[in-house]
T-cell receptor
Framework: GENVEQHPSTLSVQEGDSAVIKCTYS??????FPWYKQELGKGPQLIID?????GEKKDQRIAVTLNKTAKHFSLHITETQPEDSAVYFC??????????????FGAGTQVVVTP | NAGVTQTPKFRVLKTGQSMTLLCAQD?????MYWYRQDPGMGLRLIHY???????AKGEVPDGYNVSRLKKQNFLLGLESAAPSQTSVYFC????????????????FGPGTRLLVL
């Protein structure tokens, strides 16, 4: 089955700096890679996703890149703000009739943005 | 539109006791999932359902049972709780209605924190 590794486990950045979280996956058939943000005491919430036919996707201050050959994808947050402090999870999935939307999650990255 | 709700928010059990966690969604989603979240391990899929009356095992199903008697509800049961089941449990749902494939975005509930002594 799919295995997703996520690094680093914790990341401390100064407000205004950039943050980068990296994930690798094992199943070359995976074709959907979402990122979820989990604030304290809440459930995860999708912030951005990318499909295997795209190499990069941006949404304001966040961007995701995908390298299918190396089987890794990354989340980039620019101009970090205190409200970016949260746990971020990457995930991978093989979208198709027999996958039923199941996601394999990474272990998570605790991001702390200090003023 | 409340989205995905979970009951209870917090529960303490003694080893061997049983309980049921309730997940409800008002988005008419076809697919529902139960995850557990443990430190350093991310979210792991326990069981899932692709429609009313159907359930299937996920990555870590042992010690849990589920039922989907109504489309909007997905119940997770612990028949005989063990300390290893101390965790935070999340329910999620995905919109698969009208399509053969689920829409990818999963919507999560706020979680249930369970402590088994």
């Amino acid at each position: 089955g799919e295995n997703v590794e996520q690094h680093p486990s914790t990341l401390s950045v100064q407000e205004g700096d950039s943050a980068v979280i990296k994930c690798t996956y094992s199943d070359s058939a995976s074709n959907y890679f979402p990122w979820y943000k989990q604030e304290l005491g809440k459930g995860p919430q999708l912030i951005i996703d990318i499909r295997s036919n795209v190499g990069e996707k941006k949404d304001q201050r966040i961007a995701v890149t995908l390298n299918k050959t190396a089987k890794h994808f990354s989340l980039h947050i620019t101009e970090t703000q205190p409200e970016d402090s949260a746990v971020y999870f990457c995930a991978a999935s093989r979208v198709g009739a027999d996958s039923w939307g199941k996601l394999q999650f990474g272990a998570g990255t605790q991001v702390v943005v200090t003023p | 539109n409340a989205g995905v709700t979970q009951t209870p928010k917090f529960r303490v059990l003694k080893t061997g006791q049983s309980m049921t966690l309730l997940c409800a969604q008002d988005m008419n989603h076809e697919y529902m999932y139960w995850y557990r979240q443990d430190p350093g391990m991310g979210l792991r899929l326990i069981h899932y359902s692709v429609g009313e009356g159907t359930t299937a095992k996920g990555e870590v199903p042992d010690g849990y049972n589920v039922s989907r008697l109504k489309k909007q509800n997905f119940l997770l049961g612990l028949e005989s709780a063990a300390p290893s089941q101390t965790s935070v449990y999340f329910c999620a749902s995905t919109d698969g209605e009208g399509s053969l494939l689920p829409q990818e975005t999963q919507y999560f509930g706020p979680g249930t924190r369970l402590l088994v002594l």
